[in-house]
């Protein structure tokens, strides 16, 4: 199993970047999706999931109108795409892929993470 992200990099504030995962390995239709980010000498946390079929899409309120993420299931690749960049987006991203097989069971992974770094 593989999560490889990509499209990290440095950007100005108010630039855009696209992250891409690419997954292998398993059944990639079947899996919700999902973006996190840990910035430095913080916690992770969710930045936006999209289920396996890509009906039903959450956001962290921080980035509510400037992220989009999105899905392809014939690539078997999930993206997030990033506008208006602040200098608080910086963090490592890291892609995210559960399947709920039941309310007590899962199974996820995790990729190994991209950096975005937004400075000036």
């Known amino acids: 199993v593989q999560l490889v992200e990509s499209g990290g990099g440095l950007v100005q504030p108010g630039g855009s970047l696209r992250l891409s995962c690419a997954a292998s390995?398993?059944?990639?239709?079947?899996?919700?999706m999902s973006w996190y980010r840990q910035p430095p000498g913080k916690e992770r946390e969710l930045v936006a999931e999209?289920?396996?079929?890509?009906?039903?899409?959450v956001y962290a309120d921080s980035v509510k109108g400037r992220f989009i993420i999105s899905r392809d299931n014939a690539k078997n690749t999930v993206y997030l795409q990033m506008n208006s960049l602040k200098p608080e987006d910086t963090a490592v991203y890291y892609c995210?892929?559960?399947?709920?097989?039941?309310?007590?069971?899962?199974?996820?992974?995790w990729g190994k993470g991209t950096l975005v770094t937004v400075s000036s």
């Open positions: 995210h892929a559960d399947e709920r097989l039941s309310p007590d069971y899962s199974i996820d992974y």
């Open positions: 999209i289920t396996s079929g890509g009906g039903y899409i």
């Open positions: 390995g398993f059944t990639f239709r079947r899996y919700d």
